[in-house]
C-alpha cells in the first residue's frame, strides 16, 4: 500500500500529484503524514525481523533508509512536506501540521533500525535532525518557543534518550511537556498557538476543521499547561502520546523527584478520569467523531446513530503505550487489565485475520447509516503501520525485566505462547510461557538455566476479571505472597519449581455499564475478550440488533466450536445466548403507557 | 430592559458604546437583533393594550413609532445596524445577518400596531420598506437572487398579505421559499451563500460561529431546497419559522394545488420527524447547544452533563406557531396537542410568575455545572419580547373561526377561561369558557347571541391524553361526531344547549421516553403538564436527582394544596411519588455485576 500509494518513494523529495489536493481535513495537507507512515513501517518490520527474516522486507527498508539519507537536507532537515510541497515555511505552523510528529515517528524507526541491525545507517542522520530540532526549538533565545500540536516527538525524544543518554534529548521533550498549554510562553508572555497564529496572518476565525471554537486549544491539550488539566479533553490519540510521554519523564526521573511530583498526579487524575468516565469496555477511548477524541464524562454512545463512539485504533494503542509506562512507575494490575482489554477488544479488532483490512473507527454497534467494517486503507493511514510495529514491540508489553548481576526481576503482564531470554554474562535464562490464552486461563510456565544460578523474582499478573485462580506450586507456600495484583513468586520457589501452571479459569460474565452512561445494555465477556454478536452469523436480524432483547437472567451456554478461516484452525468458545423478544418502533419519542412496571423492560 | 440597555432608543440612530464590542457568536455583532427586540416588545404591547389600556405602554408605543419613522432612509430602508454601524453594506451578507429577519418582526409589529390602532403610523413606513425589498430581491433581472439566513419575514410576508392582498408580498414570500437551498441558483447557476460569501471575500473555513464544518448550510435548512429535505436539522427557531411560513404558503394556495402538493409533503415529513424522533417530553426541541438546534434521531439528552438539551424557549414558540397554521389546513388534534404541550411547558415556563425572569435554554435536568435558572435579561434578548406577543396573541391559538353570513365555525384548540365574540353583521354571537384548565379538565360553555340564530358549528378538540372524556349535552346523542380528534357540535344541539361542560378528567399518567432515546426514565404528567421535581422542595437531594430511583409501581397520590406566591392564589394539584432508592456512583465506567437481575434497576 506504500509503493501504491506514492508513500514508498515520498523520501526521493519529487513532486507527486496527490500534492495538489485540497486538503481533506483542513488546514493539513493530505500527505502532510507521509513521513510517519514509512517510519512506522520500517519500526514495525525492524521489530519482525528479529524473530523472522525476510529478505524482500530487508531489502525493502534498506532502500527506504537510502532515501531518507539522501532527503536529508545539509543542516540535518528531514521532512517531505517542507521540502517539496512547501519549502522555507518548516516550524511556521507547529500547532496543526504534523512536522514535529514525523521526527518523532523517524525516532522511533531509527531505534528500531539500530536494534536489529546494529549499525547507525539511520540512526545518524535522525541524530542529526535532532541536533537541529534541539538547536531551533526550546526556551533559549532565538529559538522557537513552540511545542507540537500532535505530540508524539516527546515519548520518543525520551525512548531515544534511554539509548544515547544525552541530555539534550530529555531537555528538548521536557521543554516541549513544560512548556505546553503556558498562557504566558515565551519572550512575548503569550500563548504560543496565538502568537504562531498571528505571524502565519491567520484570522481566528479560520480556524482548523476539528475546532469547535475559535482557539479550542484542548483539542491539543494545549489549553492549560498540563499539571492543571483537571479532566481529559480532546483528540485522544495526541493525549494518549502525550501523557505516554508524562509518565515517562516521571520514570526518568523518579515519582519522588521534583519533576515527578509534579506531574505525577496529573497524569493519575487524567488516567482515572480518563478509565473511569471516558473509556468503552472494550478499552477504547474518544466517543466524539468531530474531534477524533473525549467527550463529556459518561458520554459514551456505542454507535454513530445514537451520537458517537468514534474509539480510534491508534488510541487504543495509545493506552497501551500509556500503561506500558505507568507500570514501570507502579506495578499495579489494573494498568496491565486495561492494557490487555485494549490489546484483544480495541487494537487486535483493528486488523483482519489475513492482515489486510484495517478499522480506523472502533464503533461498539454498526447502524445502517454507519456499518462497522475494515478497509484495506485510508487517506489518513496513521491505524495500519500502528498495528504492524505495535504487534512488532508486542513482547515489550507482554513483560518487563531488569538485569543486575546475577540477580533478574520479571514482570509478567500479559499472557500468550512466549520465550524471553535473560543474559545476565555469566547465565543464559530463558523463560517460556505456553498457554491458549485468550481461549483458556492456564498458562504453563517453564524456567531453564544455564550456567550458575540466576536469582529470579517473578511477578505475575492475576488478572481482574478472574474470580478464582490459582498456582501450582509444590510445596504449596502457605499464603501467596500478591501485591497490588502481581503474584511474587521468589528464587528459592522458582528453584524448586521450574515448572508450574497458572490457572486463571475464564467464566462468561454479563458486565453492566454505570447507570450514569445511560445505556440499557450488557456485555458479554470471557476472560479478557468482550464479545460482539454480528449481523453475518444472525440472519434473522434486520435493525444490528438495535431492538433485540437479551435475557440476562438466562445462564450462557458456552460451546467449543473449530472455527477454520484462511487456514488458520482456532479452537475458541462460542457463547450462546437467549434473545427474550424484540420491541418494535414506538410511534412518537414519548409513549403513554398508563402506570407502567418498573423497570425499563428493554 | 430596552430602556437599561439602548434598544429602546437604538432607532435614533445615534452611536451606542456596545456597538464596539467584538461579536460573542461570530461573526454576528451583539445589536443586530436590536430591531426585532422592540419590534417583538410593539408587536406584544399592541395585542396586550387590546385587553387593557395603560397609558404608560401606549406612549412608549407612539414614541417608538416616531423613532422607527424617522430611522427610514429615503428609499424606505430601515435597519440599526447598516444605518449606524456598517452603512454601505446592506444586503451584503442575507445568510448570517438579521436584516430581513428583523424586517420581518417589523411587518409584525406593524400589523399588531395596525390591529390595536387603526392607523398606518407605523404600516405605512414599513409597507414602503418592504416596496424596497420586493425591488431589490428576487429572481428578476438586476436583483438579488437571495433569501435569509433566518426565515421570519417570510411568514411575516404572508400575515400581510392577508391584510394587503398585494400579490408581491406573496411572491415575495414565496421566492424566499422556494429558492431557498437551490444549488444551482442565480445568474450563476450556484449556491446563493458560495456566491455571496465571495462576493465579500470571505475564506470558506472563515466559517460562523456555529458551523461544524465549512459550508453547513443545514445549519439554515439551505443544504438542500426544502422539497428535498427528509429530515429537520439545524437551528430549531430557524426551522420552525420557516415551516410556519411553507405551512402557511400551503393554506394560501389550499393543499391541493400545484404549490400545496409540492410542498405539503415536505411540511408532514419534516413535521413527523421532529415530533417523533426529535422532541423532548414537554414538546420543547433542539438537543444541540453547538447549534441551537435539531441533533440526530432520537439523541434527547436530559442536560448539558449528558450531553445537551437546548430546547430554547423561542424554537418551542415556533412549534406552536407552525402547529397553528397545520390545524388551518389539516384540522386534527393531533397539532393542538402538540401546541398546548409546548405551551404549557416549554413556553410558560421561559418565564417567572412575576414575569420579571426568562430562561433562554429548557433543559431538562438540571446539573452542578448547569443549573437551569431563569435570568432577567440576555445579550440576545430574543426570547424574553417573544413570550410577550405570544401571550398578546394567545386568543389565536386558544380557537379559530370563520364566519360566512349567519354561519359560523368555531374551532376550540385549547381551552381557558375566555371569550370569543363573533359579529355577523346581523348578529352578536359571544361564546365563553369557564374553566381552572389546566387544573381541572372540566370547561363549562356558554353561548350568548344578540339577534338572529347564527347557524354555528363548534368543533371542541378532545386532548389525547385523556383517557375518558363527555360531554354533557341533553338530549344525550346517540352517537358523538368525533372526526380527527374534534368533537363536532351541530347548531340544533347547540341552540338546545348553549350552556353545556366538556369533562376531560385529569388523571396522574407516567409517560416513558421510546427506548431508543436511551434514556432510563419515566415522566409524570397530569393534563397537558409534565411535572418537574425541583432541587429547592427536596433538601435531602444533592446530587439533582441523577441518582433517585423512582419506584413507578407505587401509586401515584395526588393532593390538592393552595399555593400562594406573588399574591396570585392557585388551586394545583401536588404528586407526591415514593423513592424506592439511591445507587452510589461504580467506580468505573464499567462494572462486573456477574450475572445480573433482569432489568436495569434505575
Not at 459518561?298 to 445514537?306: A, I, K, N, R, S
Not at 525485566?401 to 546475577?406: A, E, I, L, T
Not at 490459582?470 to 500478591?482: E, G, M, N
Request: aromatic share 12%.
Amino acid at each position: 500500500m506504500l509503493k501504491q500509494t506514492g508513500r514508498y518513494d515520498a523520501f526521493k523529495l519529487k513532486w507527486h500529484p496527490s500534492y495538489s489536493d485540497p486538503p481533506t481535513v483542513y488546514p493539513i495537507p493530505n500527505h502532510q503524514f507521509w513521513d510517519s507512515d514509512v517510519a512506522k513501517w520500517i519500526e514495525g518490520a525492524c521489530y519482525l525481523l528479529i524473530d523472522h527474516f525476510d529478505a524482500e522486507i530487508d531489502a525493502a527498508v534498506k532502500e527506504l533508509v537510502t532515501m531518507i539519507q539522501g532527503a536529508q537536507h545539509p543542516d540535518g532537515y528531514l521532512n517531505i512536506h517542507y521540502s517539496v510541497v512547501e519549502p522555507g515555511k518548516r516550524f511556521t505552523n507547529l500547532r496543526d501540521m504534523h512536522e514535529l510528529y514525523n521526527a518523532g515517528h523517524l525516532i522511533e524507526a531509527a531505534l528500531a533500525h539500530h536494534i536489529y541491525y546494529r549499525n547507525f545507517d539511520l540512526l545518524s542522520p535522525i541524530l542529526k535532525y535532532v541536533d537541529l530540532l534541539a538547536l531551533t526549538l526550546g526556551d533559549g533565545p532565538g529559538q522557537i518557543n513552540g511545542y507540537p500540536g500532535h505530540p508524539e516527538i516527546e515519548l520518543a525524544l525520551l525512548r531515544l534518550y534511554k539509548l544515547s543518554a544525552d541530555p539534550k534529548h530529555l531537555q528538548l521533550a521536557q521543554f516541549f511537556i513544560e512548556e505546553r498549554g503556558n498562557p504566558k510562553g515565551g519572550a512575548k508572555k503569550r500563548h504560543f498557538y496565538d502568537v504562531e497564529a498571528e505571524a502565519r496572518g491567520e484570522s481566528e476565525h479560520e480556524s482548523p476543521f476539528h475546532y469547535p471554537a475559535p482557539k479550542s486549544y484542548w483539542y491539543q491539550q494545549a489549553h492549560v499547561p498540563i499539571v492543571d488539566q483537571e479532566t481529559i479533553e480532546g483528540h485522544s490519540v495526541r493525549a494518549m502520546y502525550l501523557l505516554t510521554a508524562v509518565a515517562d519523564l516521571v520514570r526518568i526521573y523518579s515519582p519522588e523527584s521534583c519533576t515527578g511530583t509534579k506531574f505525577m498526579p496529573a497524569v493519575q487524575r487524567l488516567w482515572s478520569n480518563m478509565v473511569e468516565k471516558k473509556s468503552y469496555v472494550t478499552g477504547g477511548i474518544g466517543a466524539m467523531k468531530q474531534w477524533e477524541g473525549f467527550g463529556i464524562d459518561y458520554f459514551l454512545p456505542q454507535g454513530t446513530d445514537e451520537g458517537g463512539c468514534y474509539a480510534e485504533t491508534c488510541a487504543a494503542i495509545g493506552v497501551m503505550m500509556f500503561a506500558e509506562r505507568l507500570l514501570q512507575i507502579d506495578l499495579d494490575s489494573h494498568y496491565a487489565d486495561i492494557m490487555e482489554l485494549c490489546l484483544y477488544n480495541a487494537v487486535l479488532t483493528g486488523m483482519s485475520l489475513d492482515g489486510k483490512a484495517f478499522t480506523y473507527v472502533n464503533q461498539l454497534a454498526s447502524s445502517e447509516k454507519d456499518i462497522s467494517q475494515r478497509f484495506e486503507w485510508f487517506e489518513c493511514a496513521c491505524c495500519p503501520p500502528n498495528v504492524t510495529r505495535t504487534l512488532g514491540f508486542l513482547g515489550g508489553y507482554l513483560w518487563s525485566h531488569m538485569v543486575k548481576g546475577q540477580s533478574a526481576v520479571v514482570n509478567v503482564h500479559l499472557y500468550s505462547a512466549a520465550t524471553l531470554k535473560i543474559d545476565t554474562g555469566a547465565s543464559n535464562m530463558v523463560i517460556n510461557q505456553k498457554t491458549d490464552w485468550p481461549w483458556s486461563g492456564d498458562v504453563d510456565f517453564d524456567i531453564q538455566t544455564e550456567g550458575p544460578a540466576v536469582d529470579l523474582e517473578l511477578r505475575l499478573r492475576i488478572p481482574g476479571w478472574a474470580k478464582s485462580w490459582k498456582a501450582c506450586i509444590t510445596p504449596s507456600p502457605r499464603k501467596l505472597d500478591v501485591r497490588n495484583g502481581y503474584l511474587y513468586l521468589n528464587a528459592e520457589w522458582l528453584q524448586e519449581n521450574p515448572q508450574f501452571q497458572l490457572s486463571c479459569p475464564m467464566q462468561p460474565l454479563l458486565v453492566r455499564p454505570n447507570p450514569l452512561t445511560l445505556q440499557p445494555v450488557v456485555y458479554v465477556t470471557r476472560g479478557p475478550i468482550v464479545y460482539c454478536v454480528e449481523d453475518v452469523d444472525h440472519p434473522w436480524e434486520k435493525d444490528h440488533f438495535k431492538k433485540t432483547i437479551f435475557d440476562p437472567s438466562t445462564p450462557l451456554r458456552e460451546e467449543v466450536s473449530w472455527i477454520c478461516r484462511l487456514g488458520l484452525e482456532e479452537l475458541s468458545p462460542i457463547l450462546t445466548m437467549s434473545v427474550l423478544e424484540s420491541y418494535t418502533t414506538c410511534v412518537s419519542s414519548h409513549t403513554i403507557f398508563g402506570l407502567i412496571e418498573v423497570g425499563m423492560g428493554i
